[in-house]
């Protein structure tokens, strides 16, 4: 999720460790150390339990420098409420049409997602919106290279180097393709889960027996699935102010982009 990236590294730290407190590859801040680093770290990937599979794709990873742009430019949300919806949404009675459109596709999952996790159909649909168009624009840059890349990059590498690992365990469990595309800092999927979120919180949405961020479903159902994990009450409000809608900074800090959830979600459920 573009965007759980202020919130991940205590579970991560839990989720993901190094063997034997070995040294960490040496991080770099451009393109002239990458190789070299791909070595060391794939010995680290292997020391955690990362099999051939994720090991290759690490070595066939390359420096983004799309990434390492968005990286340097990001400026966070300065926008009011206001100006946001209409920047990212458009309008709130569009978009939460939109919405309900796509809760009438299929009802019946939503209400099992509900049912199971207490998390209603209007904040899933608004957050898949938001993140991703409902799946139009899941990102274009292959997501072990980028993940790779602000591991590799010295300004943030102990926070990325665990969702890096992350990825190569998805490649290695068949979870993510070696060359799937995802958002610049790789994030993935119909809703934008870093991997080492991925990995923790995604389930089997659609029945199929496997997990994938790529299938609507599975990445619906496995961000019901964080939302609870990080305390949702089910059956309780989440306007401003309410317990629920502190669970949403969980999911993105941007009070904005909080807001900006529960009001058409509210619309989407009314």
């Given at each position: 999720?573009?965007?759980?990236?202020?919130?991940?590294?205590?579970?991560?730290?839990?989720?993901?460790?190094?063997?034997?407190?070995?040294?960490?590859?040496?991080?770099?801040?451009?393109?002239?150390?990458?190789?070299?680093?791909?070595?060391?770290?794939?010995?680290?990937?292997?020391?955690?339990?990362?099999?051939?599979?994720?090991?290759?794709?690490?070595?066939?990873?390359?420096?983004?420098?799309?990434?390492?742009?968005?990286?340097?430019?990001?400026?966070?949300?300065?926008?009011?409420?206001?100006?946001?919806?209409?920047?990212?949404?458009?309008?709130?009675?569009?978009?939460?049409?939109?919405?309900?459109?796509?809760?009438?596709?299929?009802?019946?999952?939503?209400?099992?997602?509900?049912?199971?996790?207490?998390?209603?159909?209007?904040?899933?649909?608004?957050?898949?919106?938001?993140?991703?168009?409902?799946?139009?624009?899941?990102?274009?840059?292959?997501?072990?290279?980028?993940?790779?890349?602000?591991?590799?990059?010295?300004?943030?590498?102990?926070?990325?180097?665990?969702?890096?690992?992350?990825?190569?365990?998805?490649?290695?469990?068949?979870?993510?393709?070696?060359?799937?595309?995802?958002?610049?800092?790789?994030?993935?999927?119909?809703?934008?889960?870093?991997?080492?979120?991925?990995?923790?919180?995604?389930?089997?949405?659609?029945?199929?027996?496997?997990?994938?961020?790529?299938?609507?479903?599975?990445?619906?159902?496995?961000?019901?699935?964080?939302?609870?994990?990080?305390?949702?009450?089910?059956?309780?409000?989440?306007?401003?102010?309410?317990?629920?809608?502190?669970?949403?900074?969980?999911?993105?800090?941007?009070?904005?982009?909080q807001q900006a959830i529960a009001l058409v979600a509210a619309r989407i459920d009314g």
């Open positions: 999720m573009s965007r759980l990236l202020l919130k991940a590294v205590a579970v991560l730290a839990t989720a993901i460790t190094f063997a034997g407190g070995a040294k960490a590859a040496t991080c770099g801040n451009n393109a002239g150390g990458f190789e070299a680093w791909k070595r060391e770290f794939a010995a680290e990937a292997q020391r955690a339990g990362v099999g051939q599979r994720g090991i290759q794709a690490l070595m066939n990873a390359s420096y983004s420098t799309s990434t390492i742009a968005a990286d340097r430019n990001q400026k966070g949300v300065k926008y009011s409420l206001n100006d946001f919806i209409r920047i990212r949404l458009g309008s709130v009675d569009g978009f939460a049409k939109t919405g309900r459109g796509r809760v009438q596709r299929n009802p019946q999952f939503y209400a099992a997602i509900e049912q199971r996790y207490g998390v209603p159909a209007g904040i899933l649909v608004s957050i898949h919106g938001m993140e991703t168009g409902f799946g139009r624009t899941m990102g274009n840059v292959p997501v072990v290279s980028s993940i790779s890349t602000v591991a590799y990059d010295c300004r943030r590498s102990s926070f990325f180097t665990p969702h890096a690992l992350a990825a190569l365990q998805m490649v290695d469990r068949g979870m993510l393709a070696p060359n799937q595309k995802g958002a610049a800092h790789g994030e993935l999927g119909h809703t934008q889960f870093l991997p080492g979120n991925a990995l923790r919180y995604g389930v089997d949405g659609n029945g199929d027996g496997r997990v994938d961020f790529y299938n609507e479903w599975d990445a619906l159902a496995s961000t019901a699935n964080f939302l609870r994990q990080k305390g949702w009450q089910p059956g309780q409000p989440y306007n401003e102010g309410t317990r629920n809608f502190r669970v949403l900074n969980e999911w993105n800090a941007a009070t904005v982009y």
